[in-house]
Structure formats: C-alpha cells, structure tokens
RNA sequence: GGUCUCGUAGUAUAACGGUUAGUACAACGGGUUUUCAUCCCGUCAAUGCGAGUUCGACUCUCGCCGAGAUCACCA
C-alpha cells in the first residue's frame, strides 16, 4: 500500500524552528517509502487567519528542499487543499453522523456552558459536556453548533513514538464538530480530510496525544480505517522546561536563510534533533536522511533547542560544500551577503576572498563584516594598531623601521604569489629577527585594520601587489 | 485536580539484562612559524531517588520525586 503523509499547518504565521518538524519528518518517510506527502492548509479559524501565512510556509518549506505531491501550488486530485474551502465535504460527513444518530445540534449558549464548568470545578469533579446532554435537540442548520455523540468506553491503540497506550471513558467527551459559524473545528475536519485524501501516516506533535481516544471514537463512528498514528515530542526552549515557541523567542526558519544559515543544515540539524540512526554519523545530507530515517528511532522525550549546535553544523555544511563542490558552488550561494562595497568587484576576485576566508565563516552573514577590508580602503586607525597585544612590545621606531623593510622587501618581489610572498616574509623574519607573532600582526594589521583576518600571504596575494603597498605606505607615513 | 507522557554529563544522544557507560556540541588546556577560525590531541562531565527481580539492571517491576502535555465553538 502506497504511504500517504501529511503536513497540515494553520496559517497563523510563519514556520518556526520549534514545529517544523512536524514537516520534515512526514516528509522523509514519504520520499523514503516512496509514498506522498500532502500539504494541507488548515485554515478553519477566521479569526487567527493571518495574510501571507501561507505563502511563507510554502517559502519555508521550498527553501528547506521539502517538495509535496499534493497541495497548494501543486494542485492534485483531492483538491481544494485548504480547509475552508471544503465545508461542504465535512457537512457532507456531518450529516452522516446526524443520520446514525451520533452527533447533534446544541443550542446551548456558551455562558451556560461556562455555567456548567463552573459547577464542576467547584464540586472538584472533571468536567464532561456529555454529562450535560441537552434533552431535547433542535434539528442541525447553519448557526448552530454540532456536538459528536459520544459514547463513554475505554479505548487502546499504538502511537509509533509513544508505544502501546490505553485510557479509560473519562477522556471521551462531546466534541464540537461544526461551529456556529459553520466550519469545522480541528477535530472534525482534520478525520474527514485525512480519509478523503488517504493519508495513511498522522504525524503531529504530542500536544495531540490526549486528544486521540476522541479521534479513535470518531473514526469508529465514520467507519473509517485508523492511520498509524505517529506523536512527535515538542522542542523545548533553550532555557525553562518548556516547549519553543513564538514567545520564547522562536525565530522562523526563514529568518536563519537571511542570516546565511545553509537548507542543507538546517534540515540537518533539525531531523537529528530527536531523532538518530543509532550510528555516529552527525552530517547528513537530505538523501541520506531519507535513507536512514525510521520512525522507530523518533525520541519519545522532548530535545531542547540548541542554536550552537546548528551554528556548528553550518560551519561544517559550508566547508563541505566548499571542499566537495567547489568554491564557485559556494560563492552561488552567498549573493546577498557581501557587504555592499563588494557590489563594483568581479566575480572572480569575490570568489578568490571567499576562497581564503571560507574555513572561518559561521554563517554566510559573518562575510559583511568579515571582508570589508578587500572591498574598501580600511580607515587608518593607529591606536587598534599600537594597542595590539603582540605590536604593544615593540617602540614606535620599531614599527617605523619594520614597515620600510617590509615595503622594500615586497616592493623588490618578482613575483606576487602566495608561495613567494611566504619566503619573503620568512627572509624579513630572519633579517630582523623578530617573532612572527610580532611583524606578521604588524603588517596584517596595517594592510586590514581587522580584528582578525586570513594567512598574511594569501590575504596579500588576493588584494594584490598595489593595494597591499599602498596600504603599508600609508601606514608608514602616518606613524 | 483528572487523564496521559517523559527522566543518561550543561546540551543532543549511544549502549540484545553483561563494555572502563561510547559519540558530538559547549567549556577548559595544548599543538599546527601571526591574529580569528579550520584541523589535530587532551581534560572536565551523566544513568533523578528508593526498593524489588537477577549471578549481574541505564535496560525489567513497584513506589517516590521531578518535568511536560491536555482538559476551547484554537489548531
């Protein structure tokens, strides 16, 4: 039998960190067995509809490689694949629940409800709309809400992550299945939808786990098949105990793709928070994700969040793009995140500076503030320079006399290439025989005025023979 | 409060009932003729507590403690 999964947000906002997952799982078992993978926007609640929600959870999921077979965009034979354009679809199934006399019309005003809570509460007994059954109910039409009719029994069934699981008839109530406003809620609709497109897959987060005898009970009533259920642990937040979300600071996915953090580890760092094949292996590409995935090995408890970690795994996806495919297949994908100086060069020079600066990059972001100095005339600034931890030790005479022999050195040289660059300023070494640490710091400085920056030689080499003795002569004259 | 779930270093995790409890991130220290990184080496660090079963328990059972989820005309 073919799998059928599923990624069904509600357009509320975009995708953030702590529930993409819920994407990317489905996602891998679908690719894995071969099967699809549905996107379905739920978007049932008017009043938390946000404009663009959409939009940017189709963005984040492109972005992260996440390609659905049915959905928005894509179109497919269970079309429409947005909630609110399928009332008919569930009034169709409502009322074949009214017909076998399980579920019906409730009049009752929700301060009357808020009445019965209340009683409950006080008299310390849980409360269970079924217990307040109204006994004569109106015949269902528009603007009356439609409850399930329960009935009180104990139910067992097998979540994938959780295991064997089994609770008693106190769980089971009088859902609302169609709201006063006619839509459906979560509950209903969700059962409906999942059947009419064959999902055979459910995977959610866990905050969906209690609620699933309610479900068992409404897949009974519709004589339907139940899916594999599967529950996905939350994410927690790096600080608290509790689950990542907006108010914690979560940051959409998105926003680390303007940041310079790579799809490739994001998605990696993502589908190994909680889960792992049970091997050592920490880098994996998308396909051998699909590969490797199993549901079986879905940790059953919450994984706090850890940006450090994916800031690491960045670094390494960078490098490995870079060693593997090459450094224009990196420079690709750093458009947009050179500083704006960088806008006049060629590709080429672009593409020399990522070369020699690559290994220190976090996120491709880090290349703004990075390589200004190969883009732009660093402003002099001899305190930074005087005041570094290694340059302190000599006298300004010192560096006076250090510059000239370095310019004369390079000035002198044949050839501007890292390899000879390296032996002349191994020749100044020896000539003035100064410590490394202390001429090379000089003179890296005086050509960048950066806190840091690549191998001298090769930093020289890119910026070329002009620029770097333009910038000592510069130095030297304002000492 | 009812129901359900979870509990290995700071974090993510590994370990057919049998290893010295492994790996990675972080932290700390060191190495690779400058810095910041990369890379390499090393150090620190964990089975929530208490019983029971067993020759032997991270692993099975029970109790406790702790954490989380859920009890909406939200999803």
């Known amino acids: 039998m073919e799998i059928v999964t599923r990624f069904a947000p509600s357009p509320t906002g975009y995708i953030h960190i702590g529930n993409v997952r819920s994407a990317i799982y489905p996602y891998l078992l679908a690719r894995q067995k071969d099967g699809k993978m549905i996107l379905r926007i739920e978007d049932t609640d008017r009043a938390r509809y946000v404009e663009g929600a959409t939009e940017l959870i189709e963005d984040t999921l492109e972005w992260l490689g996440l390609n659905w077979d049915e959905g928005p965009i894509v179109g497919g034979p269970n079309a429409p694949y947005f909630q609110s354009e399928r009332k008919e679809i569930y009034h169709e199934w409502a009322r074949k629940l009214i017909a076998a006399g399980r579920a019906y019309a409730d009049p009752t005003p929700p301060e009357k409800i808020e009445e019965y809570r209340k009683q409950c509460n006080e008299s310390k007994t849980p409360f269970l709309y079924r217990n307040f059954r109204p006994k004569d109910t109106p015949e269902w039409e528009p603007g009356i809400p439609l409850r399930f009719k329960t009935e009180p029994k104990s139910y067992e069934w097998h979540d994938e992550v959780m295991g064997d699981m089994h609770t008693g008839p106190e769980v089971l109530d009088d859902i609302i299945l169609i709201k006063k406003d006619g839509y459906p809620t979560y509950n209903f609709a969700h059962i409906v939808d999942d059947a009419e497109m064959g999902v055979t897959h459910v995977m959610r987060g866990v905050e969906y786990l209690s609620s699933t005898p309610n ?49 490739e580890a994001m998605l990696n760092y993502l589908a190994c928070l909680g889960w792992n094949d049970g091997t050592e292996q920490e880098i994996y590409t998308k396909d051998e994700l699909i590969k490797a995935f199993s549901v079986e090995r879905i940790q059953n408890s919450g994984a706090r969040y850890d940006e450090t970690k994916l800031l690491w795994m960045n670094g390494q996806w960078l490098r490995r793009i870079f060693d593997e495919q090459g450094a224009k297949a990196l420079y690709l994908r750093t458009t947009g995140f050179w500083p704006e100086t960088a806008d006049n060069f060629k590709e080429d020079y672009k593409i020399k500076v990522l070369s020699i600066i690559y290994d220190r990059l976090k996120t491709l972001s880090d290349l703004r503030s990075m390589t200004s100095y190969f883009f732009a005339e660093p402003t002099i600034d001899l305190d930074f320079l005087v005041n570094n931890k290694f340059i302190k030790k000599l006298s300004e005479s010192e560096i006076e006399s250090l510059l000239k022999a370095t310019i004369i050195k390079l000035t002198n040289l044949k050839t501007w290439e890292a390899e000879p660059l390296q032996d002349a300023l191994n020749e100044l070494l020896s000539e003035t025989g100064k410590k490394p640490a202390e001429l090379f710091s000089l003179i890296r400085i005086a050509i960048s005025f950066a806190p840091f920056s690549p191998a001298l030689n090769l930093t020289m080499e890119v910026l070329g023979r002009d620029i770097t003795l333009a910038r000592l002569n510069a130095v030297a004259r304002a000492i």
Do not use: F
């Open 215 to 263: 479900y068992l009970a409404l897949y009974e009533a519709l004589n339907l098949p139940r899916p594999k259920l599967i529950s996905l642990p939350h994410i927690l937040a790096p600080q608290g105990n509790k689950k990542l979300g907006k108010r914690d600071g979560a940051k959409s996915v998105t926003e680390y793709r303007d940041d310079g953090v790579l799809p």
